[in-house]
């Protein structure tokens, strides 16, 4: 599975780990999580998000 890191703050979502605070289980891959979710750290969308 492939990380995804947030072009506006550098924080890398590994799907391994996921975000289990914001309801992402581990072996969540970034495809499958809501349109909604945000950056943990910085609450940017997941437009702003690049394949690592």
């Known amino acids: 599975m492939d990380s995804y890191v947030c072009t506006v703050?550098?924080?890398?979502?590994?799907?391994a780990q996921g975000d289990p605070d914001n309801g992402a289980a581990p072996?969540?891959?970034?495809?499958?999580l809501p349109d909604d979710w945000v950056?943990?750290?910085?609450?940017?969308?997941k437009e702003d998000f690049e394949k690592e």
């Open 9 to 15: 703050c550098g924080y890398v979502y590994d799907p």
């Open 39 to 45: 950056c943990p750290v910085c609450g940017a969308g």
């Open 27 to 32: 072996g969540t891959k970034f495809e499958d």
